[in-house]
Every structure is written in C-alpha cells, then in structure tokens.
Nanobody, 121 residues
Framework: QVQLVESGGGLVQPGGSLRLSCAAS????????MAWYRQAPGKERELVAK???????DYAMSVKGRFTISRENAKNTVYLQTNSLKPEDTAVYYC???????????????WGKGTLVVVSS
C-alpha cells in the first residue's frame, strides 16, 4: 500500500506564505516525478508545479516566481513553498507521485487527499 499525505495548508492573508509538504510512504521502490496540483471551487484540477527525480522543475505561469517546488528523495517528500499568495490561489492542493513498487512493476500515479489553502483578509 502506498500513501501520500499532505500537510501545511491553512488560512493566510494576501501576500503571505505557506509551506506545503507531502510525504509518500508504504511499499515504494522508486519515485520518479512528483508534483503539486490544485483545484479551486467550480474549476478543474490544474498542475501547479512538477519536479523530476533529477530536480528539473516546471511551473504553471500563474505561480512562476512565487512558488518553489523541491524534494528530499531520502524522505520520499516533496515541498511547495508558496509566497506572495493571492486570493486566486485559494484551492485544495493535491500531491501527486509517479512511482514503482518493485523493480519489475510498471510506473503508476498516486494521489494524496489534499490540503486546503485559503487566501483571504
């Protein structure tokens, strides 16, 4: 069984910062790409940031320059540092990991249950 558990969400004022964390646990052989997605009320889930095992990153245009994704491979953990938050960043933030559970298994995509970020004064 593989679990991804997010933490760090909450209520923050515009211009503030939050650091989101996501830890993967269970029968994991190797984690390849890890990513953060978000889903605002009434909107589709969208990619926020992605990081490969070799630390190559990619960001949505709406967060570039404000958010930073990073990972600790030894801890199977990915982080999202969010700065200069705006009300439009309000959403449930989901962690995603592409991983294998053994050397011969196919890569599969796993999701966390999400952590809520509310940006409001």
């Amino acid at each position: 069984q593989v679990q991804l558990v997010e933490s760090g969400g909450g209520l923050v004022q515009p211009g503030g910062s939050l650091r989101l964390s996501c830890a993967a646990s269970g029968s994991i052989f190797s984690i390849n790409a890890m990513a953060w997605y978000r889903q605002a009320p009434g909107k589709e889930r969208e990619l926020v940031a992605k990081i490969t095992r070799d630390d190559i990153t990619d960001y949505a245009m709406s967060v570039k320059g404000r958010f930073t994704i990073s990972r600790e491979n030894a801890k199977n953990t990915v982080y999202l540092q969010t700065n200069s938050l705006k009300p439009e960043d309000t959403a449930v933030y989901y962690c995603n990991a592409d991983l294998t559970v053994s050397w011969f298994s196919s890569e599969m995509s796993y999701w966390g249950k999400g952590t809520l970020v509310v940006v409001s004064s």
